[in-house]
Every structure is written in C-alpha cells, then in structure tokens.
C-alpha cells in the first residue's frame, strides 16, 4: 500500500473489525484492537506531509511498535512474527542503499538512522522470552551484508548479535518443516494404501467364504422346506383322520348320552316300579293279615258252630228231652240258630271274598315279580350296554388323546421347522448383508486408495510449492507500519473503525428468542471494551469526537431505548460514560446534540446498579458542561430537554430508591439543583426533600458532593421560594 487510503480501500479495518468479533484467539484480539489502534493514531497526525524517510517518522514507527511491546509484550510480538516481520524487515534493510550504510560517522544520514532503528525493533522481538520464530534466510543475508559493510561498530554489532540469535534460536524454516512433513505424509499414505489393499484381498476371501456358507444354506433351507411340505401333507392327513375320528366320537357320545338317558328313565321306571311292588307286598302282607285273621276268625266260627252244632245235638236231645218243658226255648233257640246260619253264610261269604282278593293279590305279585323280573334283567341288559358304552367312550377318549398328541407333536415339529426355516432364512439374509457390507467397504476402501492417492499427489503438489508459498502471509499491518504518507482527511479516516463498529451497534436484540441473539450481544460488548480501553481516565477529545460523529453516542442511546434490557450490560453503560469523562465540555455539548438524556434515563430502573450508577453520572457530566454554556442568573440550557421525558420526575424517584448506593442517589439530587437553577421546584414536597438532602451533603466528607451541592444550593436560591425553603431555621449556605 502507498497511503492509509489504501488501507481503507482495501477493507482491512474491517477484516481486523470481523477478526475480532470472530476469533476466540486472545492475542489475535489484542492484534486486532492494536491495529485499530494504530490507524486511529495516524488518523490523528497533526502533521499535514510525512515522508517514509524522514527521520521522524522512523522514530515515531519505532516508538509506536515498542510502546505496543511493552503493552501487549507476547501476543503481539506472535501477530508480528505470523505476518512475516523478519522477512519484511530483511525487505526494508535491503532497499538502503549500501552507500547511505557506508556514510561516515561524521554525516550520519537519515538511511543509518532507519537501519537503526530496524535493527533495535528486531533486538526487542527476537530477546523476548518465550517467543519461537523461524530462521529467516533473507535476514540473515541482509544481516551480513550490513555486518560486513555497514559503517559503524554499534550497527555491525547489533547486525552480529540479531544473526546470531536467528542462527541460535531460530528453528528450521517453515519450508523445509513443510516438505519433511509432506514426505512423512506420502509415506503414512503409502502403508495406509497397502493396508487397505490387504484388507480388501481379505474382504474379497471373506465374501467368497460367505458366499459358500451361503449356498450351504440355501441347500439346507430348501430340503427342511421339502421336508416341512412333507410334514404339512401329514398333518393335513392327520388332520381328515381327527376330524373323522371327531365326528364318531361326537356320534359315539351321542349314542352314549342317549343310553345314559334311557337308562336313567328305565332306572327311574325300576325304582316306581320297584316302589309299587313294595307298596304291593305291603298290601298283600296286610291281606294275608287280614286272610289269617279271617281264617282265625272262620276256624274260631267253625269251632263254635261245631259247639253249637253239639250243643244243637245237646239241645236237640235237651228239647227232645225237654220238649215239653219249653216250647219258647226252643223257638228261640231256632231263632237263635238262624241268626247263626246267616253269620256262618255271611262270613262265608265274606271269607270267599277275601280268598278272592287274596288270589287277585296273588296274581298281581306273580305278574309284579315277573315284572321286576323283567325290569331286573333290561336293567342288567342296560348296565352292560352303559359298561360297554364306557368302554368304548374310553377307548374312543383314549384314541383321541393319542390322536391329539400326535397332532401337537406334528404340529410342535412344524413350528420348530417353521422356526428353523426362519432361523436359516434370517441367516440368509444376514449373510447377504455380510455380502453386501463388505461389498461396500471394498469400494468405500478402492475409493480410500484412489482418495489417498489424490492425497498423495496433492501432498506432493504442495511439497513442490511449499517453498513458494513460505513468505505468502498477510502483509497489511507491516505495510500499514512501514510506509507513512501524507493524507488530505485524516478525520474522516480516523472514523473509518468507528464507523465500522457502529454498524455492529445498530443490530438491536429486541427480544429475547431473537436469533443469534448471542452473537450480536458479543460483537456489542468486544466494541464497548475496546472504548473503554481506548478511552477510560485519557483525555483525548480527537478520539472521541472521531467516534461520536461516526453515530457512536446515538447507537448507544438506540441500545438503552430499544434492546431487551436483560441484554444490556455494564460494559454498555461504561462505555457510554468513559466518552463523557475526563474530556472537555465542547464534546460533552457534542454528546448533548445527539439527544442522549431519553435512554440513559431508562437505565436508571435497570436490575444491575452498576450499569444505573454509570448512566446517572453520564447525565451529570452531560448537565456539567451544559452549566455554563449561559448566564448563572438564566434556567439551566438542558431543562427543557430533560422534563421532555419526565427526567425530573425519574430523577426523584431514583433518588428515593432503596436499592441505589448513597453517591448515586446524592449525583440524582445534585442534577436536580443544577436543573433548578434560578427556577422554582413546582412541586413542594419534593423541593422541601430535595433541598434538605443538598444541605446534608454541605458538609459531606466523600470525595463527591461537598461543592457540587453548595453551588446546587446558590443555583436553587435564585428564585424567592426556594430560598425561603433553603434559609429555614437560620440555614447559611457555607462558601
């Protein structure tokens, strides 16, 4: 690059502006934040023309990379050495011409002075601890050419020392490390290559060994299919037999159940009939009872008539005797003996009945005995035929369990063969995919090998520009340091990081499930540290006039007014702050014109105390400056703006919070006399309280607050009803 201007074309703050939001390297950020660093420096040059030559400027290229040592000391002496600074610095000491290193002591020219300084940048970078670097061919020639030739001791002697610290502790080139790594890479390629190749040969024996195991079950499957055929013929055969075997047992049992139910009837008729003939024998043990009675009672009559007939015979000789003794008697007597014919014929009679009944009942015996007889013999008859239905039912319930046996043990057989057909046929399929997998992995592993060779080609490509390729690092910083030319707007190069980073600020996290949320809130905070490194407790009002202009201050308020408040931070709020102290009340002013006061008094409720503490002094310093912009006897310049946004009111209650540190709340009360001044406090309790607490901080032993409050006093004491307020009880206010 000729000029910083092409340091801009060429969009190399922003590639610093996205290294640094990208990278998690701590020294590239370092890197990164120095040469944003240095550009805003150079930016900032008073001087209208700078020369490369001029001796100024070497010194002031030498200062700045040795102040950058000792402040960033390891991590940017490595962002030097990974961007080439020994080649780079071989390149400046070769342009001298030799003649200007020649010159006598007596003229020293402005080309030794360079070559000095040259030289004692390296002795810093190359002597400091812990720092690896290569040797770098080119500055060690360089460094001998000046040995030989140069014209002083002290240039030829730190010539000699730098050389031999890069002849000491420099390590081998970064070419000749590459083409030893390149020609170890090929030779882990090489048996890479030939172990895939024996593990294909063994993946192509593997899957010849399959493919027979394969067709072995193939065999296998097919006869156990045959066999499995047969068995299902015999089962289906099994099966008409059992169901034939079924439909005769169904025949039998029905046969049987019908037996059983004329037996039970026929056993039932048995037992009537049986009952019947008890009843019978009964009634003809009562008849024969009765018949015995009957005949006891005839013999007894037979016996009596044979008396009567005696003693008729008696009677008949008595009447013949007596016959004349008593004809009455002997007509009663025939009287008598009448009435006993006709007993005798009625129980004759009677008697003849009885045998008739009992030949009857005789008769119904025989024809009940035969009867039970016959009875007796069907239901013999009857319990053969149930013994023999039993028989064969058991026969039958024999033959059928064996028959169920077979057909669970034919049918067990068929789900083991089943089983194993499926077991073979899983195998199969597994062996397939065995095939098939290692059918893959030997083109996975042909593809490997030809990959590999590619690999090795590339490897030897790269081997074979290594050596070219060695001093192609980036070059931008260490032209942006070596070259030094003059600029027509330096301020508005000076923006130029500014400008990129306020791009970075206008990304609002509006919500809190807001995409790359994380990303945004990280860029904001990388930007806010770098401002409060670049500007806390330094007064530099350039910088800072440079940042505000490029939209900075408005961003920050964008950020307080619209981001989720659980992704504001503390650095947001220092950030803010550290451009509005220590600097002069022109930037402050400059502040003010962006209209800041809405979002800092947002970010009085914030969570956080810190990040309010650092928004109530920014409004401080905001309200200082505006103090004497005008006439002390006139209202503040700023109250209009601030009771625009309610801020008088936010300010009294942030003063009255209970979770707000004292000096906070005194910075609050203070705002608030300065606004005041020469204007009445409307509202009477907060004058009364307001002005009550401005007398206790009169006497305040802080470090803040003694005067502020004594001149806030005097402001307030301008108009008539605040004095009265402030004079109460003899109050004087102290000088």
């Excluded at 089962?235 to 159940?257: C, H, M, V």
Aim: aromatic fraction near 4%.
């Amino acid at each position: 690059m000729d000029n910083i201007q092409s340091a801009y074309e060429s969009r190399l703050i922003e590639a610093m502006s996205g290294l640094l939001t990208h990278t998690q390297n701590p020294h590239v950020k370092q890197l990164c934040r120095a040469i944003i660093m240095i550009v805003s420096v150079l930016g900032g040059e008073k001087e209208e023309q700078i020369d490369f030559a001029n001796i100024k400027m070497s010194y002031t290229g030498k200062r700045t990379l040795l102040n950058m040592l000792e402040i960033y000391q390891k991590e940017f002496i490595h962002g030097l050495l990974q961007n080439g600074i020994l080649d780079h610095s071989a390149d400046a000491l070769t342009k001298i011409p030799i003649i200007a290193i020649q010159s006598s002591l007596k003229a020293v020219s402005s080309q030794q002075i360079i070559t000095m300084n040259i030289l004692e940048v390296l002795d810093k970078i190359l002597n400091a601890e812990q720092i690896k670097f290569f040797k770098s061919i080119k500055l060690i020639s360089a460094l001998e050419k000046i040995k030989n030739e140069g014209s002083t001791k002290e240039m030829k002697r730190k010539a000699k020392n730098i050389q031999d610290l890069l002849n000491e502790d420099g390590q081998v080139e970064k070419t000749e490390i590459d083409l030893e790594n390149a020609n170890q890479h090929i030779q882990e390629l090489e048996k890479q290559n030939q172990t895939f190749t024996a593990q294909i040969e063994k993946n192509n024996q593997s899957i010849k060994t399959l493919t027979e195991e394969k067709a072995q079950k193939d065999q296998r499957i097919e006869a156990l299919t045959q066999e499995n055929t047969q068995n299902q013929q015999r089962a289906t055969t099994a099966g008409g037999q059992i169901q034939t075997l079924t439909a005769q047992n169904t025949q039998k049992d029905q046969s049987i159940n019908q037996l059983t139910t004329e037996k039970n009837q026929k056993q039932q008729r048995i037992d009537e009939l049986t009952q019947e003939n008890k009843q019978k024998e009964q009634r003809i043990l009562t008849v024969e009872g009765q018949n015995q009675t009957f005949a006891a009672q005839i013999g007894q009559k037979d016996q009596r008539i044979n008396t009567l007939t005696e003693e008729k015979a008696q009677r008949d000789q008595t009447i013949a005797t007596l016959t004349r003794e008593k004809t009455q008697d002997n007509t009663q007597k025939e009287q008598r003996i009448n009435q006993l014919n006709q007993e005798v014929q009625q129980l004759r009679q009677r008697a003849a009945t009885s045998e008739g009944q009992v030949q009857t009942l005789t008769q119904d015996k025989t024809q009940n005995e035969l009867r039970i007889n016959t009875l007796t013999t069907e239901n013999q008859q009857l319990l053969q035929r149930a013994t023999r239905a039993e028989q064969q039912v058991q026969t039958l319930t024999t033959e059928r369990n064996s028959k169920q046996q077979s057909i669970d043990t034919l049918t067990r057989e068929k789900q083991q063969k089943d089983l194993s057909i499926t077991t073979l046929t899983n195998e199969n399929n597994k062996k397939d995919q065995s095939i098939t997998n290692l059918q893959n992995d030997k083109k996975k592993a042909e593809d490997q090998v030809t990959e590999k060779q590619k690999q090795i080609d590339t490897a030897n490509n790269e081997k074979n520009s290594a050596e070219k390729s060695a001093n192609e690092n980036q070059k931008k910083m260490n032209d942006l340091l070596e070259q030094m030319v003059k600029e027509k707007d330096k301020e508005k190069l000076s923006q130029i990081p500014w400008i990129e980073m306020c791009k970075d600020l206008n990304n609002i996290i509006a919500y809190s499930w807001q995409d790359g949320r994380e990303k945004i809130l990280q860029r904001q905070i990388e930007i806010c540290e770098l401002m409060i490194e670049m500007f806390a407790k330094k007064e530099d009002d350039e910088g800072r006039r440079c940042c505000i202009k490029a939209g900075i201050v408005e961003a920050l308020v964008n950020i307080f007014l619209k981001q989720n408040r659980s992704y504001i931070k503390v650095q947001h709020g220092q950030a803010f702050y550290v451009l509005t102290y220590p600097v002069s009340d022109d930037v402050k002013l400059l502040i003010y014109s962006q209209f800041p006061f809405a979002g800092l008094l947002k970010l009085l409720v914030h969570s956080n105390k810190d990040v309010s503490e650092y928004s109530i002094s920014s409004i401080w310093n905001i309200i200082l400056a505006g103090t004497y912009t005008i006439p002390d006897s006139t209202q503040h310049p700023h109250f209009d703006t601030f009771a625009t946004h309610g801020g008088i009111e936010k300010l009294y209650q942030f003063s009255n919070s209970w979770n707000v540190n004292d000096n906070s709340k005194n910075t609050a009360v203070v705002c608030i006399g300065y606004l005041y001044r020469a204007k009445q406090i409307e509202k009477e309790d907060m004058r009364r309280e307001i002005i009550d607490q401005l007398k206790e901080l009169v006497n305040y032993i802080g470090d803040w607050g003694k005067e502020e409050s004594r001149q806030a006093l005097r402001y307030l004491a301008q108009n008539p009803v605040n004095k009265a307020e402030i004079v109460k009880d003899g109050f004087v206010i102290p000088t």
